[in-house]
């Protein structure tokens, strides 16, 4: 103990130079259903460091200038999925969003993520994004029993086969992103597929003809156009475009 | 995995229409098309506009002379129908993803229709009733054939 009361008070410490802090300007599309017959846009200015995110921004702007502003966040980290916007023209999670790597010589833009119906302020209703979610049947279905007291068994190759798409959070960043999905809500848009390809390709489950005869609906995977949107959308890095290529590969076979 | 568990309630029954997937040939008819007319295309471009005389080559005579040949007939109608089907489908793909009214996408997807017909039996009917020899032309105009009938 004495030799680390010792250490601290010799390396102790020349003055270290205080963190340069920048003033940003935020411009965010607000909307109160209550107020607003039109979403609005609205500024604030706020004192950031570059290693903050625009989560942080927007906290700042709610514990400290406007505290109406509405906005999802669960984790804060990455992996909820409950803070896709869109920033500077562009679906981020506002939580892996750094200020660094913004130009902050001009406004940055936030708003709520395109294509869904929009609530309040940040907030759209994700329920259309969760049905066509649902519709795909996203769930292990087989009709053998797992051996006795086990799991069900997957080679390393198999497993490997989806890993892509088992990164999915279901933000809506690849779907909101789609210009489909924004003139025709009847599209299952990139996260369903992704997430049908997850299962599809999964060597355990036994329903894919199930699923690649949803998607081969008037509406399924056809409506792609491969705009690498929703690639360019995905937080977590999945190649959504490849993967429903995949699919559509798989659905002109007849089999994954 | 030996056992098998019997379905315990009625299966799920998706949302399907019988009957053929006109999307799903659809975008397998534009990637087989697309294919094939490059070829065509290409062809076509080298023919007429590079091969001999190049552009200095056509005139009456020049495609009075390709089409009493049985190959560029065929070659040409592939084409032309391969190409208007391929763009009329590609025009019905913009106007599905933009048209917002069911009015306005059935005007427009009738436009469409309307022009890809017209495009295809008109071109057919010249291609197979093309005469290269119109009675009391000047002969420099015709093709050489001509003199001989």
Not at chain 2, 136 to 145: E, K, M
């Given at each position: 103990m004495a030799t680390a009361v010792a250490d601290a008070t010799a390396g102790a410490p020349a003055p270290e130079a205080p963190i340069e802090a920048f003033t940003v300007t935020l411009i965010i599309r607000r909307f109160d259903p209550d107020v607003d017959d039109e979403p609005r846009w609205q500024d604030f200015d706020v004192q950031m460091f570059a290693t903050d995110r625009i989560l942080d921004a927007l906290h700042k702007i709610k514990w400290e200038q406007d505290g109406s502003l509405t906005f999802r966040r669960s984790c804060a980290h990455g992996i909820c999925g409950s803070d896709a916007m869109r920033i500077n023209g562009r679906n981020r999670l506002a939580c892996k969003?750094?200020?660094?790597?913004?130009?902050?010589?001009k406004p940055i833009y936030v708003e709520a993520i395109k294509g869904l119906p929009l609530e309040k302020d940040l907030i759209v209703d994700m329920e259309p994004f969760f049905a066509s979610y649902r519709e795909v049947q996203p769930f292990l279905q087989s009709a053998t029993e797992p051996p006795k007291d086990k799991e069900r068994v997957q080679s390393v190759a198999d497993r490997a086969r989806f890993d892509d798409t088992t990164k999915c959070i279901l933000c809506a960043a690849c779907t909101s992103s789609c210009p489909v999905f924004w003139t025709d809500g009847q599209y299952f848009g990139p996260a369903a597929i992704v997430n049908a390809h997850r299962f599809i390709f999964d060597s355990r489950d036994e329903a894919a003809s199930t699923r690649l005869d949803i998607l081969n609906d008037k509406e399924g995977v056809w409506r792609c156009r491969t705009t690498f949107n929703c690639t360019d959308a995905c937080p977590r890095g999945i190649q959504v475009t490849q993967a429903i290529a995949e699919v559509k590969q798989a659905i002109m076979r007849g089999k994954p | 995995m030996a056992t098998t568990i019997e379905s315990p309630r009625a299966p799920h029954t998706a949302r399907r229409s019988r009957g053929v997937n006109w999307e799903k040939w659809g975008w397998i008819y534009m990637r087989a098309s697309g294919v094939v007319l490059l070829v065509l295309i290409f062809g076509h471009l080298f023919v007429n506009l590079l091969v001999g005389d190049g552009i200095k080559a056509i005139d009456f005579a020049f495609v009075g002379g390709k089409w009493s040949d049985p190959f560029w007939q065929v070659w040409d109608t592939l084409m032309l129908w391969l190409a208007m089907i391929h763009g009329g489908n590609g025009m019905r793909t913009i106007v599905n993803d933009y048209a917002t009214k069911a009015t306005t996408r059935k005007v427009l997807l009738g436009a469409i229709l309307v022009a890809v017909v017209a495009m295809i039996v008109l071109g057919t009917l010249v291609i197979y009733t093309f005469d290269p020899c119109p009675a009391?032309?000047?002969?420099?105009?015709?093709?050489?054939?001509c003199a001989t009938r």
């Open positions: 969003t750094l200020i660094k790597d913004l130009d902050i010589t | 009391g032309s000047p002969a420099d105009l015709l093709p050489s054939f």
